[in-house]
């Protein structure tokens, strides 16, 4: 008999608390995403995908909403509600990244580090 693996449902989250203005914070979460909801950002992902002449990605055709898509799907506000891309695409770039680094850690998407190596 082999060893028993426990793997869990539940979703991962991690607070984090967002300046929305000098001096005031709120909290938000990031939430690994359903299964159906990574289908989704996928399928959308999928369709801004530049390919080769053999059907291999190698960019994309859009670059709009890179890091607000993702956030689309795992961010939360203090009341649970995902908040909308468009409010996410009004931040700056940089909370975007950061807060999208997040969600590619939770959500099991490597993202590349500056020397090349994937980080999970």
Known sequence: ???ITKISVIRKSQPIDLEIEEGREVRVFVKEMTGAQRDEYLNKVSRKTKTNDKGEPVGL?????????????CLYDADG???PEKTIQEWTDGAQ???????AILNNMGRKDDEGDEKN
Do not use: Q, R
């Open 1 to 3: 008999m082999s060893d």
């Open 61 to 73: 055709t859009d670059y709009t909403g890179s890091y607000s898509l993702l956030l689309s799907f």
């Open 81 to 83: 509600k995902l908040v």
């Open 97 to 103: 990244k950061a807060l999208s680094d997040v969600a």
